[in-house]
């Protein structure tokens, strides 16, 4: 979800498209795990992943893709069902990290910068204390 804000920057007030992650709260609780959560009225609902776009954008069948994502799911499941460390990465877009009971959602800058348009607005950002990562390739 993106929502936009607008903060304090060395050029005055801008308003800037924020990304933020939301972890399901019954996976939360269930697991116990902490993670700073910001709720945005009208921003509660989830969406069926577009199983078909995925798979034509990675030359599989609808069913693979669907197949290949609830397969991910119950890995992921698994280990944090055992406490163990988990990075998972979303290409182009940013790094969710779970160590021990802690959540953090970690962004990549040009990912940002997209999102913002700018170095500027990048800053800006990055003034309000977000999380971000440098994007390797």
């Known amino acids: ?7 304090v920057s060395q050029k005055g007030l801008v308003t800037v498209e924020r990304p933020l992650f939301h972890l399901a709260k019954a996976l939360a609780q269930d697991h116990d795990l902490q993670y700073d959560s910001i709720d945005v009225a009208g921003h ?32 992921f499941s698994a280990c944090i069902e055992k406490r163990r460390n ?22 990549y800058e040009d990912f940002l910068e997209k999102l913002n348009g ?14 971000f990562s440098q994007h390797y390739l």
């Open 1 to 7: 979800m993106v929502v936009r804000e607008r903060v």
């Open 44 to 75: 509660d609902q989830y969406q069926q992943l577009p199983y078909a776009q995925i798979a034509s954008e990675n030359g599989i069948s609808a069913d693979a893709a669907q197949l290949c994502v609830e397969r991910t799911v119950c890995l």
């Open 86 to 107: 988990v990075a998972f990465i979303w290409r182009d877009v940013g790094m969710l990290l779970i160590e021990g009971k802690r959540v953090q959602m970690k962004f």
């Open 118 to 131: 700018t170095a500027d607005m990048l800053q800006a950002l990055l003034g309000v204390g977000f999380a």
